[in-house]
């Protein structure tokens, strides 16, 4: 049972441009949400998180969007670099220790 | 700081044979967690631990997999014996807490022959 989604394999953008990144998911107990980004033969590193009290967080070029009623994130990179092209996976957990959940993961390429 | 260590990195085994993976998490880190992740997917939770106790292990194969994490320090995972479906990278993660972000290491890749 996946309960959070990342329904987009595979994403393609121009550098210097704005690469969105989606993410749904089901339970609504989740009240923290994270991305981690992944390069081939590494483990994942983490890159942003949110609380599901707030509905935007932001760290340089990256931003994550938070739409509660419609359990959706969204990762935002701009302007896009090719160092950025890797997996990200969405992730999240309940409160009180649980574990983190993990999407599928999308791979961004980032094009010169 | 150093990460999370794991080894080996890569393990080749036939089906049936047994392997055991290692992970020595950040010092500090009070949780410890490992993750299997097959090709395509995202990480899935095989066990929790806080410290040397188990917090959950409800998706781990209990009839192959084990794992331990002696004196909540180092921990291991052992599976035996190992099935085709089994190949996957296993990740190693901690926290120095039980919530928030994840620190994982490198993984160890297995393929099961």
């Known amino acids: 049972d996946q309960q959070v989604k990342q329904n987009s394999p595979s994403l393609s953008v121009q550098e210097g441009r704005i690469s969105i990144l989606n993410c749904d998911y089901t339970n609504s107990m989740f009240d923290y949400f994270l991305w981690y980004k992944k390069y081939p033969a590494e483990g994942p590193t983490f890159l942003i998180s949110?609380?599901?009290?707030?509905d935007k967080n932001e760290d340089g070029r990256f931003t994550v969007f938070l739409n509660k009623s419609a359990k959706h994130l969204s990762l935002h990179i701009v302007p896009s670099q090719p160092g950025d092209s890797a997996v990200y996976f969405c992730a999240a957990s309940r409160p009180s220790g649980y574990a983190l959940n993990f999407g599928k993961g999308t791979s961004l390429l980032v094009t010169p | 700081e150093a990460g999370v260590a794991q080894s080996p990195r890569y393990k080749i085994i036939e089906k049936r044979q047994s392997v055991a993976f290692w992970c020595n998490p950040i010092?500090?880190?009070?949780?410890l967690y490992w993750y299997q992740q097959i090709l395509g997917q995202g990480p899935k939770l095989l066990i929790q631990?806080?410290?040397?106790?188990?917090?959950?292990d409800s998706q781990l194969p209990k009839d192959r997999f084990s794992a331990e994490r002696l004196k909540g320090v180092d921990s291991t995972l052992k599976i035996q014996p190992a099935k085709l479906e089994d190949s996957a990278v296993y990740l190693c993660?901690?926290?120095?807490?039980?919530?928030?972000?994840?620190?994982f290491g490198e993984g160890s890749r297995l393929t099961v022959l």
């Open positions: 993660a901690s926290n120095p807490t039980s919530s928030g972000e994840l620190f």
């Open positions: 010092s500090g880190h009070a949780t």
């Open positions: 631990f806080q410290n040397n106790g188990v917090v959950d």
């Open positions: 949110i609380s599901s009290i707030k």
